[in-house]
Nanobody
Framework: QVQLVESGGGLVQPGGSLRLSCAAS????????MDWFRQAPGDERELVATITSGGDTLYTEAVKGRFTISRDYAKNAVYLQMNSLKPEDTAVYYC???????????????WGQGTQVTVSS
């Protein structure tokens, strides 16, 4: 089984920065895409950023130029550096990882527990 543990959320003033971390552990044979999603109250969960196994990245338009996704292959970890935060970035942030627990097994998506990010003065 694959477990994901997130950390790094909190309360920050507009214009501030936070760095989210997500580490995968357990039985892992291979990881493909690693994602960050977010969900604000009353809204659907939306994809914020993706990083592929080859290191290619993709961002939703609202965070381009402010957020940076990265990964540590050795640690099976993904990070989200968030700069110039705005009140509209307030949400619960979830990491999602496409992983293959065993050789020959199908890839499945595993989720972190979520971490609250609040941007407010």
């Amino acid at each position: 089984q694959v477990q994901l543990v997130e950390s790094g959320g909190g309360l920050v003033q507009p214009g501030g920065s936070l760095r989210l971390s997500c580490a995968a552990s357990g039985t892992i044979f291979s990881i493909s895409n690693m994602d960050w999603f977010r969900q604000a109250p009353g809204d659907e969960r939306e994809l914020v950023a993706t990083i592929t196994s080859g290191g290619d990245t993709l961002y939703t338009e609202a965070v381009k130029g402010r957020f940076t996704i990265s990964r540590d292959y050795a640690k099976n970890a993904v990070y989200l550096q968030m700069n110039s935060l705005k009140p509209e970035d307030t949400a619960v942030y979830y990491c999602g990882v496409r992983a293959q627990p065993h050789s020959g097994a199908l890839y499945d998506t595993y989720w972190g527990q979520g971490t609250q990010v609040t941007v407010s003065s």
